[in-house]
T-cell receptor, first 117, second 111 residues
Framework: DAGVIQSPRHEVTEMGQEVTLRCKPI?????LFWYRQTMMRGLELLIY????????DSGMPEDRFSAKMPNASFSTLKIQPSEPRDSAVYFC???????????????FGEGSWLTVV | GEDVEQSLFLSVREGDSSVINCTYT??????LYWYKQEPGAGLQLLTY?????DMKQDQRLTVLLNKKDKHLSLRIADTQTGDSAIYFC???????????FGRGTSLIVHP
């Protein structure tokens, strides 16, 4: 079975440019999460969706960040304009959240490694 | 303060046991998890324990839960170089299924 698919795997961009990260969740998973991982702050939950609807975006750091989920099989995380402090690994993850420890397991993609110079 | 706390680094010799510790604050935690992140990859569920259990063993892995002290540990017996990774503690509580993750403990296994 295909896992969570993210693209691009690596991106280097100049400060001020727009960055778009893409994610395809596991089919049948109706929860989708965006996380950011840095050495300084560890793993941060940015936003999550349920049935394509954003439920909690309190982790989104600034208005420069936006996320959309136009359908059940696709989500984007956009940074505009990007800044060097946005350099991090961005993970997309999905789950069924049907309850129980295995039902609540979150499946992570391999991450998008973003460097803003 | 953080809801789930872990030390950031642990270094062990190959063949020794590793013990990774975690503390959490929410007394209504229902499930507690250990996720493993190998270099260059995303997190994967390693094991879990119900909050009404004290211990769970799975091959080389032993999870211990002290609910009174809100302390969770992961013991890896006969640690191998392939165990080098970041280990995340996570918990779910109350009516929310969304886990809260710790910052992760980097396990370094040297020969």
């Amino acid at each position: 079975d295909a896992g969570v698919i993210q693209s691009p795997r690596h991106e280097v961009t100049e400060m001020g440019q727009e960055v778009t990260l893409r994610c395809k969740p596991i089919s049948g998973h109706d929860y989708l999460f965006w996380y950011r991982q840095t050495m300084m702050r560890g793993l941060e939950l940015l936003i999550y969706f349920n049935n394509n609807v954003p439920i909690d975006d309190s982790g989104m750091p600034e208005d420069r960040f936006s996320a959309k989920m136009p359908n059940a099989s696709f989500s984007t995380l956009k940074i505009q304009p990007s800044e060097p402090r946005d350099s991090a690994v961005y993970f997309c993850a999905s789950s069924t959240m049907v309850g129980g420890p295995l039902g609540n397991t979150i499946y992570f993609g391999e991450g998008s490694w973003l460097t803003v110079v | 303060g953080e809801d789930v706390e872990q030390s950031l680094f642990l270094s062990v010799r190959e063949g020794d046991s590793s013990v990774i510790n975690c503390t959490y604050t929410d007394s209504s935690s229902t499930y507690l998890y250990w996720y493993k992140q190998e270099p260059g990859a995303g997190l994967q569920l390693l094991t879990y324990i119900f909050s009404n259990m004290d211990m769970k063993q799975d091959q080389r892995l032993t999870v211990l839960l002290n609910k009174k002290d809100k302390h969770l540990s992961l013991r890896i017996a006969d640690t191998q170089t392939g165990d080098s990774a970041i280990y995340f503690c996570a918990e779910t509580s109350g009516g929310s299924y969304i886990p809260t993750f710790g910052r992760g403990t980097s396990l370094i296994v040297h020969p």
